[in-house]
């Protein structure tokens, strides 16, 4: 939980961590629609749309391209669908094991 309300900003240029109530609470989109900053002029953390939003609508920042794992554990939700999705699978083939597939199954694996 920690780390969904955790801004890495820089203070006087000086590189920090930040707590900062409500600008964790907007929804993830791909692409941002929101980019942000701790301005030292303005002694804040500002936020600032990157293009025009209509009154009324919901504003997005990105979370960034994550696995729903990553997304699930430190922010608590899962994004559907989701490009970035990742499973790690791991094969283990052997043509003594399986002379009559081995090499179908190692160019079904190869394909792009």
């Known amino acids: 939980m920690v780390s969904s309300r955790i801004f890495g900003i820089t203070v006087n240029g000086v590189k920090t961590d930040g707590f900062v109530p409500y600008a964790d609470m907007l929804n993830h989109r791909r692409p941002r629609q929101t980019t942000w900053y701790y301005s030292d002029e303005r002694e804040g953390f500002v936020i600032e749309a990157c293009d025009d939003i209509a009154r009324g609508a919901q504003v997005?920042?990105?979370?960034?391209?994550?696995?729903?794992?990553?997304?699930?554990?430190?922010?608590?939700?899962?994004?559907?669908?989701?490009?970035?999705?990742?499973?790690?699978?791991?094969?283990?083939?052997?043509?003594?094991?399986?002379?009559?597939?081995?090499?179908?199954?190692?160019?079904l694996i190869n394909e792009k």
């Not at 729903?68 to 999705?85: E, H, K, M, T, V």
């Open 60 to 107: 997005y920042d990105s979370y960034g391209r994550k696995c729903n794992s990553r997304f699930f554990l430190n922010y608590g939700f899962i994004n559907q669908p989701n490009d970035a999705n990742e499973v790690p699978i791991i094969v283990h083939l052997t043509k003594e094991k399986d002379p009559n597939a081995f090499d179908i199954k190692m160019n």
